[in-house]
């Protein structure tokens, strides 16, 4: 009952959106496709649903083709797409009633799998979406795409312009749904994002830099992290550049992560380096890789 | 069934929401009703002629006294012969010249008919509608007159010639053109905008990976701007029956019958656009320059279809707005049935059914 | 980094009808320094941002940018920022070239003056091969990093970015940000109105804004310190969580 894709492929008018993309997703798994805009994510999340055809390649969610029955997949799948704005001139109880009836269901038949988001807006209900801050406007997207309870459920950049309060708590509404046997296939370009799904696949360019949990994806990786700092930043990278045994090195919020050539980095040496090139309070110490290190480490291969 | 209802309630939702385009939807009849109408049928009173009098005897002196005597026209002067006619023309002042033929008086007794020829003006048309049109009000009051009072079917006959525009149109030719119009844009132009605007809000996504089926949605759209558009027709109607005193000759039923048909065949024109256009504001410009301007400038609303140049004429007979304006005019003005426009109304059945096969052909059961 | 303060503002509010969208906010900026504006939708930020940069009347308070007077000199305070957001960009059917030659032009730089700047952004971004193609066909890292050069054109004192990297890649950003440190260490003061976290640890200070005041203001190290969290983003929830959402 979850998802598998099978090499599949995608262009527009020349441009390769997506390339011979295979990956499985567990029923029941919260799976995260990483990736900046442009990645893909958008292609492949409509050929999931159905609304794009691949060109090559197959794939199946719930255990039925994309292309052969995208009937049954249509009625078996919420979807958010990722520029979903709902009906802006529609209250929040008419926008759910109405994709309840599309759906051909009602609001209460399935109200224990929204009770929990609901009740957050039930207040504002005669309210027009439109009028709705972005945080409550995702509550109510994700209660309409759960009215119908779906087995798998599509979520494409549903924190995309959200605030840090709106998208802990959507995080959390995606993992008490997890416990209801709901196969989750969310996308976020935000990197911190990926520590919060069981499992993620790194995207760029239309390709799978890796498939992992996020755990696994940060633990791979192959260099000692130093993060840096000094109080000339802009001149710390520069020497840096110009240190001999450099392998790389990215601003990271107030510091710069550093990683050398060498396995036998002696932090010294390299402060010596530093103070000879003039920089002053300096600090080097060793850290913990990040999705985000990876990510770059697999995008310059 | 329920999903169907469904959707249409919502739709309903939308339109009733949003004041602006419901104001506009229905105050934009009545006020261009309101516009041409008064900006057309301005009355005439006191209007000079002169009159060119050939036979000068009996019947004639009567015509020309209860000509006179109406508080339409003012005899200015008398003339001698038809190659004045021009120079008073050019001097401004005399909009109409009356040519009773030789011998009229005796001619209608003898043979039973005379002819009286109007020469109008046609520089300002509008005037010069009205002025035939009171004549031949006056020349058919004294035919009945005289047949009242003789056993005999004596009949004057009245020939018009439009000085300087010879190809004017009847006057009431706005009220089938603005409803032609009316129609074509609510159908054609909401329904389009109504559709590329779930395109933009994403919610189009949604309703495709749903259990609806495509002619579902597509169908759910259609029937609310049915209605209104219906409702508009009425308005339209009403408006030219009870201000304009315009009269509606035919049937009521074929002309109600005939502008639904109108609205079908615009709302699938519309459905059309949308297939093509992604955004509201294409399917906007689509709808205005692609639709409105032929319908205003090609379909003989304002400009006679019979003095274009051929190719023109030729293109003007894809627009559907053309044959609509013909089939309406004739049931409204001339009070004709369904024998004499049945070859339009297929033509627009045709038309209907090239859209509709179009739209079906191209909707996309998916993305692209 | 230099003490000159380019932004002051004391007690600065908005009042829009009853509702207080800035509630007497304090602050200063210094030269050359990389200040984060913080908040979640709706706590005043643009709001405030907004009469910074000369576009909405205060209700009361003073603030003084760039030297010029937010109630009366709101010309002089557009002449001498910059500003650049992911909403506004450049224009996608102008060429590179086009854009910085038009963007020149609002400013009043004279035609040998944007030809100068042309040939430095050339060579600083390595430009050569797309200075002359559409930026609509250029990807979004590009475009984030074009319309940043375009706002420094005129050489402000002060550049104001609106969520300048959301959604690009890691590499890009990165790249972006050394932009921002390299005009930064040239004495260019940079206002970094944001709410995503992780943009903001690279801020030099950064002030949290919540229901129209601000509510924490220093260093993001020194922040993280205070509220014992491993990053901004818990800060920032432990600080919106002590307020009344909605």
Not at chain 2, 37 to 61: P, R, Y
Request: contains cysteine.
């Amino acid at each position: 009952m979850g998802i598998s894709l099978d090499n599949i492929s995608k262009s527009y008018k020349g441009f390769k959106a997506i390339q011979n993309i295979s990956f499985e997703v567990k029923p029941g798994e919260l799976f995260g496709i990483i990736g900046p805009d442009g990645a893909g994510k958008t292609t492949l999340f409509r050929i999931l649903t159905t609304l794009l055809v691949a060109d090559s390649g197959t794939a199946s969610v719930a255990g039925m083709d994309v292309v052969k029955d995208y009937i049954g997949i249509r009625k078996s799948v919420g979807y958010m797409p990722g520029k979903f704005s709902l009906y802006q001139d529609l209250t929040v109880e008419e926008n759910l009633q109405f994709f309840a009836t599309i759906f051909g269901t009602t609001l209460e038949e399935n109200y224990d799998l929204i009770k929990d988001i609901y009740e957050q807006i039930e207040p504002f209900k005669t309210r027009r979406a439109g009028k709705l801050s972005g945080g409550m406007k995702q509550k109510l997207a994700l209660c309409c795409a759960l009215i119908h309870k779906p087995k798998v459920l599509f979520l494409d950049e549903p924190t995309t312009g959200v605030d840090p309060v709106s998208r802990k708590e959507f995080w959390d509404m995606l993992k008490r749904l997890q416990e209801k046997e709901i196969t989750i296939l969310v996308s976020t370009p935000y990197m911190d994002e990926a520590a919060l799904c069981d499992r993620v696949a790194l995207m760029q360019d239309g390709q799978l830099l890796e498939i992992d949990s996020p755990k696994h994806i940060v633990q791979k990786y192959p260099k000692a992290v130093y993060e840096i700092g000094a109080k000339e930043r802009h001149k710390l990278i520069q020497v840096l550049r110009d240190f001999p045994n450099l392998y790389s090195v990215y601003p990271f919020g107030e510091f710069v992560h550093y990683t050398d050539k060498r396995t036998d980095l002696e932090i010294p040496e390299l402060e010596n380096y530093l103070k000879s090139k003039g920089l002053s309070e300096i600090y080097i110490g060793l850290t913990e890789p990040t999705i985000e290190d990876v990510f770059m480490e697999l995008a310059r291969k | 069934m329920k999903r169907f209802i469904g959707f249409v309630r919502k739709e309903f939702y939308h339109i009733y929401r949003d004041k602006r385009s419901l104001f506009i939807l229905f105050g934009m009849p009545i006020a261009q009703i309101l516009l041409f109408g008064f900006a057309i049928t301005n009355e005439i009173n006191k209007v000079e002629i002169a009159i060119l009098d050939h036979a000068k005897d009996a019947t004639t002196i009567e015509i020309i006294h209860k000509m006179a005597s109406s508080k339409y026209f003012s005899i200015n002067r008398y003339l001698d012969a038809e190659s004045q006619v021009e120079g008073v023309f050019k001097q401004g002042k005399i909009k109409a010249v009356i040519n009773f033929e030789k011998d009229f008086g005796e001619k209608l007794i003898k043979e039973g008919q005379s002819t009286i020829q109007v020469i109008a003006d046609a520089t300002d048309p509008n005037t010069a509608n009205s002025i035939t049109n009171y004549i031949q009000a006056i020349i058919q009051q004294y035919n009945q007159s005289i047949n009242n009072n003789q056993a005999g079917s004596s009949q004057v006959f009245m020939q018009t010639h439009m000085a300087f525009n010879p190809e004017i149109k009847s006057v009431f030719m706005f009220v089938p053109g603005v409803m032609t119009i009316i129609l074509m844009l609510v159908s054609a132009m909401m329904t389009s905008i109504s559709i590329t605007r779930e395109k933009e809000l994403g919610t189009m996504e949604i309703l495709l990976v749903s259990p609806l089926k495509p002619f579902q949605v597509v169908l759910g759209k259609v029937v609310p701007y049915i209605l209104l558009s219906i409702i508009n027709a009425i308005i339209i109607v009403l408006l030219s029956i009870f201000i304009f005193k315009m009269p509606v000759q035919g049937s009521l039923i074929l002309l109600g019958l005939e502008s639904v048909l109108f609205i079908i065949t615009s709302l699938s024109l519309g459905i059309l656009i949308s297939t093509i256009a992604e955004t509201q504001q294409t399917a906007m410009m689509i709808s205005l320059m692609g639709l409105m301007l032929p319908v205003i400038l090609l379909s003989g609303f304002i400009f006679p279809i019979s003095s274009m140049p051929l190719p023109l004429q030729l293109i003007s007979n894809t627009i559907p707005a053309k044959w609509f304006i013909i089939i309406i005019k004739g049931i409204m003005l001339k009070g004709v049935g369904i024998a004499f426009i049945w070859k339009e109304t297929a033509i627009l059945i045709g038309m209907t059914l090239f859209f509709m096969g179009v739209s079906i052909y191209k909707y996309k059961i998916r993305l692209e | 980094m230099s003490e000159e303060n380019v932004i002051k503002v004391v007690e600065l509010t908005k009042k829009f009808g009853a509702f207080l969208a800035v509630d007497a906010i304090s602050f200063e900026v210094k030269a050359g320094e990389i200040f984060g504006f913080l908040g979640a939708n709706g706590a005043g930020k643009t709001t405030a941002m907004k009469m910074l940069i000369g576009i909405s009347k205060p209700s009361s308070g003073e603030a003084s940018v760039a030297g010029f007077d937010v109630y009366t000199q709101t010309e002089l305070i557009k002449k001498n920022i910059g500003y650049m957001s992911q909403k506004f960009a450049l224009y996608d059917d102008l060429t590179v070239r086009e854009n910085i030659t038009f963007f020149g032009g609002i400013y009043g730089l004279s035609r040998s003056t944007i030809k100068e700047k042309i040939k430095v952004l050339v060579a600083d971004l390595k430009l050569e091969n797309i200075i002359d193609q559409l930026v609509g066909a250029l990807p979004l890292g590009w475009k984030q990093k074009l319309s940043f050069s375009v706002s420094l054109l005129h050489d402000p004192k002060i550049v104001f970015l609106d969520e300048p990297t959301g959604g690009v890649d890691p590499i890009t950003r990165r790249q972006f940000w050394e932009m921002i440190y390299h005009a930064a260490d040239k004495g260019t003061t940079i206002f970094v109105t944001t709410h995503y976290m992780d943009e903001a640890e690279y801020c030099d200070r950064v002030s949290i804004m919540v229901n129209g005041k601000i509510e924490a203001m220093d260093r993001p190290k020194r922040l993280k310190e205070q509220y014992e969290a491993s990053n901004l983003n818990e800060v920032f929830l432990q600080l919106a969580r002590n307020s009344n959402p909605e």
